[in-house]
């Protein structure tokens, strides 16, 4: 899926970013500039589909991808961004939103959810890396002579809990976006739980619960490019997916002694 409304980092520093992937061996090898564009290495690699993600072969490749970026040390500062991206968006989607759309996605609930959420997942011990945050497999392409897969597509790139960007990675497992209804998800296709040792077992802990970040990250951009965006795309029942994932799984991600705004 294109996803056409995107938050936007100033053109100074995105090519920081790139610039600095670049060197670090992360993405296309930028070759050059000028004034309304620039020149980037060609890539002898196909894009991913759906499937592959629930491939185990390719998605170890992923993985293995996702640390290389997570360790970069990019420029600019390294703090959280999800939550004043959260509220920004949120803002945004209440100006733009009728009186009944607001309703019905219980706008005047989610600064509080936002808010919890921030609490109950922020620890001083969390690992914050350079975060892609849009890691479905429209942005991920695999050589398949070398077996080596590249990460694509930065416009959502900031600094961010590592668990966050695994959360979002594990929930576009739920999406196929080359179908007659793209916008339907089926988390049926979710990953499922395996054994594994302590360190490991509370990343995936922290990442379920970053799953609940990342429903109201994408509900709110779909709220916002339903209005903003003409591509055939039903956005709205989307957003409409991923706020009902979002109270669907709190109670049991977050324990029933976390109030709930609902």
């Not at 970026?69 to 004043?84: I, N, Q, R, S, T």
């Not at 936002?114 to 350079?130: P, T």
């Not at 959360?167 to 988390?187: Q, R, V, W």
């Not at 709220?223 to 709205?236: G, L, R």
Request: aromatic share 12%; net charge negative.
């Amino acid at each position: 899926m294109v996803r056409a409304w995107k938050f936007s980092l100033t053109g100074t520093m995105r090519y920081r970013h790139l610039k600095s992937m670049s060197k670090n061996g992360q993405g296309p090898c930028l070759l050059g500039r000028f004034q309304n564009g620039r020149i980037e290495e060609f890539i002898h690699a196909r894009t991913l589909s759906a499937p592959d993600l629930r491939d185990p072969n390719i998605s170890a490749l992923i993985a293995a991808k996702m640390k290389e970026f997570h360790d970069l040390d990019m420029p600019g500062a390294k703090e959280v961004c999800l939550w004043d991206r959260l509220r920004n968006w949120l803002s945004v989607a209440q100006s733009l939103s009728p009186p009944e759309e607001a309703k019905a996605f219980c706008f005047d609930k989610i600064e509080e959810e936002i808010s919890v959420l921030e609490k109950e997942l922020s620890r001083a011990y969390q690992q914050i890396g350079f975060c892609h945050n849009d890691l479905q497999y429209g942005n991920i392409m695999i050589d398949e002579e070398t077996k080596s897969v590249t990460i694509i597509d930065y416009e959502y790139a900031t600094y961010n809990p590592v668990a966050y960007d695994i959360a979002n990675h594990f929930c576009e497992m739920a999406a196929d976006y080359h179908t007659e209804t793209p916008h339907i998800l089926d988390y049926s296709k979710y990953p499922g739980d395996q054994p594994s040792d302590v360190e490991v077992d509370q990343l995936l802990q922290d990442v379920e619960k970053y799953t609940l970040a990342n429903h109201l990250f994408w509900g709110l951009w779909g709220i916002v490019s339903a209005h903003v965006n003409e591509i055939d795309f039903d956005y709205v029942e989307y957003a409409r997916q991923r706020f009902q994932q979002y109270w669907l799984r709190k109670p049991s991600l977050l324990g029933t002694n976390v109030a709930s705004s609902r």
